[in-house]
């Protein structure tokens, strides 16, 4: 039955990952790091600068999914909490209060430009994002399955924006961005909108119980006792490193677990290997580190991605990769 489930969830990925390839062009790779997040229950930070298909890619998750509904949330300073979780209005008809829902009440929530929005605001989507749940007027309501949180950020300005509060950025799962296409894809992006918007045409791939099967999937991968325990020590890693104030906390253990194992049911297999790993820690872990204002300053001049590359290796200094080739130590009934 297990086998099974993992054959079908398999093929449940590649239908939804092929569909939405079809409308953001190129970026196979974060794609399925987003349905990894997905399908773990977790929430996506995208950070990049304008045009890089942010908004388009939560569009096309929420529409190839039979079923489920978006929503959209454009964060400016003038946002109340009410505008995201919903309020409670007086019915004089009825005489008596009824709740009408805000945006938060979706399978995928696309909060646009989060960094804009004010403290008090942000604040709002911590207990949906950490509990899938909001309370409001003392009545706590549950929230929607599937529930996704895309947010987007632009990281090139700072005028007019409240930075993600540690307690915030570490209820992300992952934290990724798109880039700009490669010549080709660029062209055919261009060529594609004359006649209209891609989004415009894309169907459904998949419907709502398709990625329940997919989580039941994600959670009966096999991951071998010396990698479950070098995920933990690489998270103790960071939390040693003399660039890093304060290190991620266990939520980060869990979270880098889960998404190795969604990232090989995602690519076909029933077990994890290092390599998951290795490829998971930075979308995965370096959001939740908070960084000593010395190597803050040399992420500024060096890049992020080069900022990133040296806290994983430092990291992998630490705590070094098992050993052994994991292939030979997987159950039959995995492979």
Not at 19 to 28: D, F, L
Not at 139 to 151: D, G, I, N, S, Y
Not at 294 to 304: H, L, Q, T
Request: hydrophobic content about 45%.
């Amino acid at each position: 039955m297990a086998i099974q489930t993992h054959a079908e969830a398999h093929e449940i990925a590649c239908r939804l990952l092929d569909n939405i390839e079809t409308v953001v062009h190129g970026k196979r790779e974060q794609i399925t790091l987003v349905v990894a997040a997905l399908v773990c229950g977790g929430h996506v930070l995208l950070e990049d600068v304008p045009g890089t298909a942010k908004t388009v890619l939560a569009r096309a998750i929420a529409q190839s999914i039979d079923g489920a509904q978006a929503s959209r949330i454009q964060c400016t300073p003038d946002l109340q909490p009410t505008d995201v979780t919903g309020l409670s209005i007086f019915n004089q008809r009825e005489r008596d209060f009824e709740f009408r829902p805000g945006p938060v009440f979706a399978n995928v929530v696309l909060v646009d430009e989060i960094n804009r929005a004010m403290p008090k605001t942000q604040s709002a989507l911590l207990e949906a994002m950490a509990e899938q749940q909001v309370t409001v007027d003392g009545v706590t309501r549950t929230l929607v399955e599937p529930f996704l949180v895309m947010a987007t950020q632009n990281p090139i300005e700072y005028e007019g924006t409240f930075p993600l509060p540690e307690a915030q950025l570490d209820r992300f799962f992952v934290r990724t961005t798109l880039g700009y296409p490669d010549a080709e894809d660029e062209n055919r992006i261009v060529d594609e909108q004359l006649g209209g918007h891609p989004l415009t045409r894309l169907e459904a791939a998949v419907d709502v119980a398709d990625i329940a099967t997919m989580s039941a999937a994600v959670r009966e991968v096999f991951v071998h006792e010396a990698v479950a325990r070098w995920v933990v020590d690489l998270v103790r890693a960071t939390r040693s490193l003399e660039m890093v104030a304060i290190g991620s906390s266990v939520r980060g253990s869990l979270a880098l677990n889960r998404a190795a194992r969604a990232w090989a049911t995602l690519n076909g297999r029933r077990y994890v290997t290092p390599e998951d790993v290795e490829r998971l820690f930075v979308p995965v872990l370096m959001h939740r580190l908070l960084f000593r204002p010395s190597f803050v300053a040399e992420i500024r001049d060096r890049g992020w991605e080069a900022a990133s590359q040296e806290v994983q290796l430092r990291c992998l200094d630490q705590a070094p990769k098992p050993g052994f080739d994991i292939d030979l130590d997987v159950p039959a009934a995995a492979v």
